[in-house]
C-alpha cells in the first residue's frame, strides 16, 4: 500500500465510493444527495495546512482522507479530518494506513491536535481504530445523528495531541 498527495485525476475513483458512502446516511452527515462539485470542492481544494491523501492498493484508490482546520483562527491549531475507504479495500488496514498517516501529516503541518466532531456510534469499526490510534472520546452527542437503520444514534466527539 502506497499513501501519497491526492492529485485532480484521483477524483474519479473517489467519487466512485464516495458517492454511495454519502447517499447511504450511515457515517456521513451531510445530506444523503450531496452534488459531486461541492463534494470535489470540499475534498480536493485544500489549502496548506489542508491536504487530501489517497492510499493506493495495485495502481487503485483504496481510500482517501481531507485534513483541514477543525476551526478558523483561533481554533486552526486544531486538524480536523474526514476519511472514506472504498469497500472493495476493506479489510486491508487501509483506514488504518490513512490515519496513521493523517495524524503523521496533521502534526507535520504544525497542527498540535486533532478533533473529529461526528465519529457516528454504530459506527463501531471506526471508533475503534480511532481509539487504538490514541483519540479518546470526550463526549457523545445523544441523539446527534440520524441513522437511516438505526434511527437517532449518538455521536462522538473524539480528540488527540499530536507530537510529543
Known amino acids: 500500500m502506497r499513501i501519497r498527495d491526492a492529485e485532480a485525476d484521483d477524483w474519479p475513483a473517489i467519487w466512485a465510493f464516495a ?4 447517499a447511504a446516511g450511515a457515517t456521513y452527515p451531510w445530506p444523503r444527495d450531496t452534488p459531486e462539485a461541492w463534494t470535489r470542492s470540499f475534498w480536493m481544494d485544500k489549502e496548506p495546512p489542508g491536504a487530501t491523501l ?16 477543525n476551526h478558523p483562527g483561533q481554533g486552526s491549531h486544531v486538524a ?8 472493495a479495500f476493506r479489510r486491508r ?3 488504518r494506513a490513512l490515519g ?5 501529516r496533521a502534526a507535520a503541518d504544525g497542527f498540535l491536535a486533532m478533533q473529529f466532531n461526528a465519529v457516528v456510534e454504530t459506527n463501531t469499526q471506526a471508533v475503534g481504530l480511532w481509539h487504538s490510534l490514541g483519540f479518546t472520546t470526550l463526549a457523545i452527542v445523544p441523539e446527534g445523528f440520524r441513522h437511516p437503520v438505526h434511527g437517532l444514534v449518538g455521536m462522538h466527539i473524539m480528540h488527540r495531541k499530536l507530537g510529543s
Request: aromatic residues 2%; without cysteine.
Open 19 to 22: 458517492q454511495p458512502i454519502i
Open 80 to 87: 480536523n479530518a474526514g476519511f472514506m475507504v472504498d469497500p
Open 100 to 104: 496513521e498517516a493523517a495524524i503523521a
Open 54 to 69: 489517497v492510499a493506493e492498493i495495485d495502481d487503485q484508490v483504496a481510500g482517501t482522507v481531507e485534513i483541514h482546520p
Open 93 to 95: 488496514g487501509v483506514g
